[in-house]
């Protein structure tokens, strides 16, 4: 049997746009407020959703692909996503509009899919299109939206209804909202909002049908995770992701997936955790495929400490390399017998916690109550017991914060530099562009001192435009207005990259080198200021134009350097050859549907 290379036309594509369409074209500063995440301002980096979507619904016979315009626009000047767009005929496109700062971008893409195909329709999905979806229907380039953060099986549903054109099913899928009509001008139907699923077992973190998909479209740089990655660096190192639960037993009030805001909007009532023995599993499976790191997502103590330890049995039994970076929403009661377990259970490993303020009255307004001699207590025996890299957020914009305040903050974080050493890496960051919506703080403002400046998606969709991010932000509180909070932001980061540098955290160039980005972004911020005073737009507009070529030097990072944020890892970490094995394999199994294939079974064994 010979495998097909002649490409197929997908059923559904996923289009994940750049927060602000065309980026390219827009002279705006970003500032700080993707420093504490691996990607650009543009938020490049689409949901880790995609990947479930993708294996669910070509398990059940319709065929997917991502394809990330945001990571092919960064990639090159030359990219034209209108053109690509014009010359795919899916029978679907499903956009996400999951982080609010893609309300400008994801809006603006599903356009251009109507501009080119009128007749196909195009799905949203996504936590913020959950919490918008009245006024998100109303858009003309908007069909479908399906609510919550389980998407996979209502989508599958609607898929089955668009490729069977049987549309009189429509009103039977849950968390459905649609339009009973064309455009704009039909009636808003909102089906009930049924599916929350309890319990995430047949949905697993298995990469390689993403993988498969890049064989089948011969497409590898749509797959591309994050700006400055190329095809190559991506497959070099290759990070993945694996998800324990959606939603949260915890209830920050700035959170919009806290327990309270999934409850509102999503109708989560708990959290839904993954089996803890296939947590292990899909661990263990990526390491057959890759040696980088493997981030595990949401804190394994979350359920209890007997599922963290379910965990750690399994993992104990495979032997691996890969850094696994575990997550702490907490502080450990008992950090000395948990950090060794982690350290009997895995050779590699790295932590990190968001203490957001060293003011514990602060800290537990937001709904935090560990103290800070519990941080330093979880920080040495992790690092006791073998840990490579221990990463501490903290956040500027909360509750009672002043900016005084923050700046004690950062000599904390010098504090805890000097005491722990270089494995101690402590990061400072603006809540920054949007306060959630759906959270704690969002919904009941005045309780929280907070001031909330937009409401409306469309607010937010021109905010995004804005010409510098002080103009962004959608809030402020009874202590530190928008602009305080733009400017103790690069005072902090200014403060802290010193102390990095003192500490041996950071040579002395690239010391420089942030201090002098710093600098320049608050010149540029003061310069924007001044034009946005002209009243004559044309002018205006010309001036701001005048200053991209500097913006552009900021798009990547302000106040902290994205290579610091990496986990240690050797270079070269595919495993080519088990991988190509594996798809082939499950691509024949697939083809000929048995299973009971000795010399697939060998191909599998040999690995």
Known sequence: MKMSFVTPNPDLILLHAPAVYDFRKHPILYGPI???????????????????????????????????????????????????????????????????????????????????????????????ATYFHEELIRYPWVDFIIRGDSTEEPLLQLMKTIT????????????????????????????????????????????????????KYRDIKSLIPFHGWSAHEWLDYPITTVITCRGCVHNCIFCGGSRNALKMYCNRAKPAFRDPRMIAEDIVKATRYTKAPIFIIGDLLQPGEEYAYTVLAGLKKAKFKNHLVFELFDTVPNPEEYFKLVAESVENFNFEISPDTHDESIRAAEGKRYKNSEIEENIKWALDSGCNKFDLFFMIGLPFQTCKSVMETVDWCGHLMEKFGKRVVPFILPYAPFLDPGCIAYENPEKFGYKILFK????????????????????????????????????????????????????????????????????????????????????????????????????????????????????????????????????????????????????????
Request: aromatic fraction near 10%; charge should be positive.
């Open 456 to 607: 409306t998606l469309e607010e937010y969709r021109r905010a995004m435009l804005s010409p510098s991010w002080r103009y962004t932000l959608n809030y402020e509180t009874e202590w530190m207005t928008r602009n305080e909070i733009v400017d103790c932001s690069y005072k902090a980061g200014l403060k802290l990259n010193r102390l990095k540098a003192e500490y041996g955290l950071i040579d002395r160039d690239s010391c420089r080198a942030t201090e002098k980005k710093i600098k320049l972004a608050i010149d540029l911020m003061s310069e924007i200021d001044k034009i946005n005073e002209i009243n004559d737009a044309p002018t205006r507009d010309k001036r701001l134009m005048q200053l991209k070529p500097e913006l552009d030097l900021l798009l990547n990072s302000v106040i902290n350097e994205k290579r610091y944020m990496e986990w240690p890892a050797a270079r070269r970490n595919l495993r080519y050859f088990r991988l190509l094995k594996a798809v082939i394999a499950d691509h024949f199994f697939t083809a000929v549907k048995q299973p009971k294939l000795d010399f697939l079974f060998s191909l599998r064994q040999n690995r």
């Open 164 to 215: 069977r054109h049987s549309y009189s099913s429509l009103t039977s899928i849950p968390n459905l909202v649609w339009k009973d009509g064309d455009g704009d001008s039909g009636e808003v139907r909102i089906n009930p909002f049924t599916h929350v699923p309890t319990e995430l077992n047949k949905f697993s973190n298995n990469y390689l049908p993403t993988f498969k998909s890049c064989l």
């Open 34 to 128: 993707a420093d504490g995440v691996p990607s650009t301002p543009i938020f490049e980096m689409y949901p880790i959703g995609f990947y479930s979507i993708l294996e669910h619904l070509e398990r059940n016979g319709i065929k997917v692909r991502i394809i990330n315009l945001a990571a092919r626009m960064l990639g090159s000047d030359s990219f034209d996503a209108e053109e690509l767009i014009r010359r795919l005929k899916p029978r679907a496109f499903g956009i996400d509009l999951h982080w609010l700062p893609h309300a400008h971008g994801s809006l603006e893409v599903a356009k251009i899919c109507k501009r080119y195909h009128p007749d196909i329709p195009v799905i949203f999905g996504g936590l913020s």
